[in-house]
């Protein structure tokens, strides 16, 4: 196949003056080179077509794909991962990972867990919080988890999100609004143990990859899988693989995430987190539909490395999930000829 690559490289937006913390989510040249790389090991052609803009320059003069191998992010709007996936669909042209409902969706992590838990899933209490501080729908007491409702990386996750005291959480709340220029969700603090499920697949041919357990070492951030215990994670965190067939927990939370992944329509591969509460059940955190790629930093190849797939394999399972689409336009294109 022709394979285009759609990215967001974290070095030119640097370049043009953005901050480290917002360019948190975009990738480095050495990811797009492992992913390119692979490709051309699978047999594939590849092109590097850049971020959403680039993207529609060259649609524009007439470029096309087989497939395009998505990792935008995009940069602004709480439906910016949509925007690659929407683009491309106007076009007609495959892509891997989930179609733009799924992103925006799974960006705003309290509609995504209204889905989850209208669905019968597990997942904590939750409330979100606007810019105009309205309390009212905390109606659990705390220890509360706060975060902003949509970004990932960490963005806004610090010791400062685990809160205690009720008199606390409008500070923490304003603090959010104010810094991301978007709503806080506020989550009863789950105090067990906590996983990430590696998922690959679509729909009735998903399934979960393996699980790795986060933990975090005495000299990281307390409580919680923070910004800076991610991006220093090789000296704050321990990452331990956990078979499901050893642990009754874990087989357990890989049933909730790919029940999880196929009520929220995710497509071809990616991560669910699950932590449990103080029970020791399991239950739903958030879904990254767009999980990282780096070979050495990102948490689904970790798992990978792991559980003894190679990164190849990984990049090859996701085109078999995404070439089903390939060959459903391939279908409609000759049953129009």
Known sequence: MFVGLTYDLRSEYLAAGYGEEETAEFDKEETVDAIEAALIELGHDTDRIGHARRLTERL????RWDLVFNIAEGLAGIGREAQVPAILDVYGIPYTF?????MSLTLQKAMTKRVVRDAGIATPDFAEVGADGDLSAVDFPPPYFVKPVAEGTGKGVSAKSIVNAAEDLPDVCASICRTFHQSAIVERFLTGREFTVGMVGTGNGARALGTI???LRKEAEPGAYSY???ERYRELVDYRRIRAE?????AAAERLSLD????LGCRDAGRIDVRCDAEGMPQFLEVNPLAGLNPVHSDLPILCNRIGMRYRELIEAILKSASTRVEIRNERLRSCA
Do not use: C
């Not at 999880?260 to 009520?263: D, E, F, L, P, T």
């Open 98 to 102: 989930s179609d733009p409902l799924v």
């Open 213 to 215: 357990e986060v933990s």
């Open 60 to 63: 524009a003069t007439g470029h």
């Open 228 to 230: 800076i215990n991610k």
């Open 260 to 263: 999880a992944w196929r009520v």
């Open 246 to 250: 050893e642990e009754s927990v874990v």
